[in-house]
């Protein structure tokens, strides 16, 4: 119920969210993700007036939606609301062509719900790698990514990400307070698979305690390996030294045959 | 304009005319033949009847018209993966449930946006670790004698796949599909090593349709048939189809062949043997 009247003190915000990123040159479309990470409410998301996510829960994300290039006004109301009430969040998202971006649902670091748009990185990762994005998404001061025991991100503020690319395996991740090491939020150990993107959203309220991760996925990065070197040539060489030994041994012997020829003509 | 309208009247009448004279000839040559109701086949004649005429080719479109059936009743979940379905089931008055009650109360119930028009699911960070399927573990090729243990390998340092040292050991790109997975799975092993001939020095004898068996650490096993053994410069491989990710299932084993080039230290070609699951 508190998180009901905290976003209706949100009521009648108006966000523009420029959507950043590399636009492609063939086609029309932006694809972009929704992503709910305000605890506690069930809403529903109205696209250009139309209710195109009914019921949307806590902690859901959306399949990736093609969207033609434009202006996309988005009105959020909890779950059952008339269509014709105010908003408890309203903003607008340009969606360039070529785009790939997670508009976010969220709560600033003071809770105020509000909206978020990061541009998610599709680019090519390495053969045996994987990719690891952290956004902040959560009220909560700036925090410290911790990887296998040591701080990988330091001081990541609300609103804020980084991300890096690091070979495909299983890590231990925690997320603690700026310059501190407790842990709030794990450690637990995640199996990043190769050539998939893991961007990882700390949402929720530290006051709360409802702190929590989720998680996108963004599988089909991978690039092949460039070559199998299945041969060390060893065959190759000890063949033709084979060759070679057999043709100075057969040397040897019509050597040593002449030599005998020759002293027996000589005896 | 006018003058236009006159010459397509004129040419329309002619054809009218042609087409009347034609459905009488041939009315005429119906009423010669020695049997039937006279005035019920002339009026099947001037409609055509079963007779090829002009008319009968004009009138058959519209008469033999059948209007397809409504589409039977489905629920929404039937369309709910392919939403442009779930419009059209609706749009033919098909869907038992066409919109929810909620979307109806909020004025949604005439355009096709429903919550169906967008799918979503949880984003818990713990759906992440998923359970592992099989892997493989040994691998046989009856027709050659090759009997070899399976080691997963990845990526070495140059971004070449890893390829084991041990000769009677070969090596799956664990990053790819499994053998029987969808997608190419690639198992690579040392055509000769530092002791010599290694164990996929008698691959290139391989012929189509010999057979592959791959045992996997559930202790399940499955037998693949070679499809094709192709030979590529080994600077160039056709990385995107031999690590293919997608498409039926198929294996791929790989060794080195041609000749050695020292100055590269590497032979020059790579050999691909491609099999499918039988």
Not at chain 1, 14 to 36: D, M, N, R
Not at chain 1, 67 to 78: K, V
Not at chain 1, 82 to 107: C, K, Q
Not at chain 2, 122 to 150: F, M
Request: proline letters at 6%; aromatic letters at 6%.
């Amino acid at each position: 119920m508190s998180r009901a009247i905290r976003l209706i003190t949100a009521l009648g915000l108006i966000l523009t969210l420029g959507v950043a990123g590399v636009a492609s040159a063939s086609s029309h479309t932006g694809t972009v993700t929704v992503v709910h990470g305000v605890p506690g409410l069930t809403v529903d998301v109205y696209v250009n007036g139309d209710l195109t996510l009914e019921g949307f829960e806590p902690g859901a994300i959306t399949d990736p939606l093609e969207l033609e290039e434009g202006s996309y006004d988005i009105e959020i109301r909890a779950a059952g609301e008339p269509a014709d009430s105010d908003p408890a969040i309203a903003g607008s998202a340009d969606v360039l062509a070529g785009i790939n971006a997670s508009i976010v649902a969220h709560l600033t670091e003071d809770g105020t719900p509000s909206l978020a748009v990061f541009g998610n990185d599709v680019t090519t990762i390495n053969a045996g790698e994987t990719r690891l994005t952290v956004r902040h998404a959560a009220a909560a001061p700036a925090v410290d990514v911790w990887v296998d025991g040591d701080v990988t991100v330091e001081s990541l503020a609300n609103g804020s990400e980084a991300s890096l690319d690091v070979p495909a395996a299983t890590y231990n991740v925690a997320v603690s307070a700026a310059g501190d090491d407790t842990p709030v939020l794990g450690p637990a150990d995640f199996d990043l698979g190769e050539g998939t993107s893991y961007i990882v959203y700390a949402i929720g309220s530290l006051d709360d305690g409802s702190l929590d991760l989720l998680v996108q996925t963004i599988t089909g990065l991978h690039d092949a390996p460039t070559a199998v070197p299945a041969g060390t040539g060893s065959t190759a060489t000890q063949g033709s030294s084979l060759m070679l030994i057999l043709a100075a041994g057969l040397g040897a012997i019509v050597l040593s045959g002449s030599a005998i020829a020759l002293r027996r003509q000589f005896a | 304009m006018n003058r236009r309208y006159l010459q397509l009247g004129l040419i329309s009448g002619v054809l009218l005319a042609l087409m009347v004279q034609f459905s009488i000839v041939s009315s005429e040559t119906l009423d010669s033949s020695p049997s039937g109701d006279e005035s019920e086949r002339s009026s099947i004649a001037t409609h055509g009847g079963d007779h090829p005429t002009l008319m009968s080719l004009i009138f058959s479109n519209s008469i033999d018209y059948a209007f397809p059936e409504p589409p039977p009743e489905r629920s929404r979940e039937y369309c709910e993966p392919i939403p442009r379905l779930c419009d059209w089931l609706a749009a033919h008055g098909a869907l038992i449930d066409p919109l929810p009650e909620t979307a109806k109360a909020n004025g949604q119930a005439s355009n096709g946006e429903s919550k169906s028009a967008v799918g979503w699911q949880s984003a818990s960070i713990n759906a992440l670790n998923q359970e592992r399927s099989a892997t493989p573990v040994a691998l046989n090729v009856p027709s050659l004698s090759i009997t070899a243990d399976v080691a997963g390998v990845g990526i070495a340092s140059d971004k070449s796949m890893q390829v084991p040292d041990d000769y009677n050991t070969v090596g799956w790109y664990r990053h790819g599909p499994a053998p029987g997975e969808n997608g190419s799975s690639v198992i690579a092993g040392h055509l000769d090593d530092s002791r010599g001939r290694s164990v996929f020095y008698d691959l290139q004898d391989i012929e189509t349709g010999e057979v592959v068996e791959i045992e996997f650490d559930d202790g399940t096993r499955s037998t693949f048939k070679v499809t094709d053994k192709r030979s590529y410069d080994a600077g160039n491989i056709p990385a995107d189809r031999i690590f293919s990710r997608d498409g039926d299932p198929r294996l791929a084993l790989i060794t080195c062949g041609g000749r050695w080039d020292s100055s590269a230290g590497r032979y020059t070609e790579t050999v691909v043997v491609y099999a499918e699951p039988v």
